[in-house]
């Protein structure tokens, strides 16, 4: 038999810039789709294109072992441009990472 509760869960720390700690749990695929989707459309600073960067790392930030939902709004209150980009670089650098490695 396969137990999937005996599966190891990895989590991607995030230290916000208040100083809580988000354990991030890896997304279902549904959710990663989605993300990935709001992420390509950021195409150059338009209204829409940020809307859809806060919104994606909000999807991102969501999923934690805190429980403490992230709205966007909360998102672009929190963190700047360069903090958002950067934060979605390592988040799908650690999904491609986690992806690869055996439980």
């Known amino acids: 038999?396969?137990?999937?509760?005996?599966?190891?869960?990895?989590?991607?720390?995030?230290?916000?810039?208040?100083g809580k700690i988000l354990n991030v749990e890896p997304p279902r695929l549904n959710v990663l789709r989605e993300i990935a989707k709001l992420s390509k459309q950021v195409d150059g600073i338009t209204e829409e294109g940020l809307t859809s960067l806060a919104v994606a790392?909000?999807?991102?930030?969501?999923k934690n072992k805190e429980n403490k939902k992230m709205s966007a709004e909360q998102v672009e209150d929190m963190l700047d441009l360069d903090d958002m980009y950067a934060l979605l670089v390592k988040?799908?650098?650690?999904?491609?990472e986690i992806?690869?490695?055996?439980?």
Do not use: C, H, P
């Not at 790392?57 to 969501?62: E, I, P």
């Not at 992806?99 to 439980?103: G, L, M, P, S, T």
């Open 1 to 18: 038999m396969y137990d999937m509760s005996l599966l190891k869960i990895r989590y991607f720390e995030v230290k916000l810039r208040d």
């Open 57 to 62: 790392v909000s999807l991102a930030l969501s």
């Open 91 to 96: 988040y799908f650098t650690w999904v491609g």
């Open 99 to 103: 992806q690869n490695i055996k439980n």
